[in-house]
């Protein structure tokens, strides 16, 4: 495949493509790719042959070699987590993250804020963001654990768009660690969050804190008429 004027590739809900294909087609990418959106996982998220782990790590070894002016980046992520960090402080220019996984916990955001200093939107499905015991996550780099107050100080000045999911149609808890902790520290620079599912939990956390929002994205919620008059 040789298409040297891309900037732009987009594959998505295409089952048929495997990581090795991505691996083989990765090889021939432009290095001025600017946007690279790449969601296939499985419906359940869950990718078990180790194999596709190993191909998973190529692919993303030889996008931090030939894709290093990306600006966009959308993927699933199912491989070691050292090889999404080195190519995360390769692409300098990042500034929208879109990941799908089952590996990344509230650590590797702290990690993931550290790597892309110039990020404005960061948005990330893991079941593991279900889980706020700090400990049961691994990072990806081991020089830095992240903890809830310390997870805050690693977002970066340019980000404006949030959305933290622990799964396609549930937002992470806002109300409770370590989210909270990183709306009190940084939630008036936000300008878009989404809370699926979670207005009468959420909904004090987020206006108090996040009152510069431009759009707020409630949707799957359940609100209740006496939570509303309390606005």
Request: net charge negative; charged share 15%; aromatic share 6%.
């Amino acid at each position: 495949m040789e298409l040297p004027h891309l900037h732009h590739l987009e594959v998505v809900s295409c089952p048929q493509f495997t990581v090795a294909d991505y691996s083989r087609i990765s090889k021939n990418l432009p290095s001025h790719l600017s946007t690279l959106v790449l969601l296939n996982l499985p419906q359940n998220g869950i990718v078990s042959n180790t194999s596709d782990i190993s191909s998973c790590d190529d692919f993303i070894e030889t996008l931090q070699k030939h894709c290093q002016s990306l600006q966009k980046l959308a993927l699933d992520i199912f491989g070691s987590l050292g090889a999404l960090d080195g190519l995360l402080q390769a692409c300098h220019g990042l500034v929208s993250l879109n990941l799908n996984s089952n590996t990344l916990g509230w650590h590797h955001v702290g990690c993931i804020f550290q790597s892309c200093l110039s990020l404005c939107e960061l948005s990330l499905i893991s079941a593991l963001l279900d889980n706020n015991d700090e400990q049961d996550t691994i990072p990806m780099n081991k020089t830095k654990v992240f903890n809830s107050n310390s997870l805050s100080e690693t977002i970066p000045n340019s980000l404006v768009l949030l959305r933290l999911y622990k799964s396609t149609k549930q937002s992470v808890a806002w109300e409770s660690e370590p989210g909270v902790h990183l709306l009190r520290a940084r939630g008036q620079q936000l300008q878009q969050l989404h809370a699926h599912g979670l207005f009468n939990s959420s909904w004090y956390i987020i206006h108090t804190l996040c009152f510069n929002l431009k759009c707020l994205d409630l949707s799957h919620s359940n609100a209740q008429t006496y939570v509303l008059t309390k606005v």
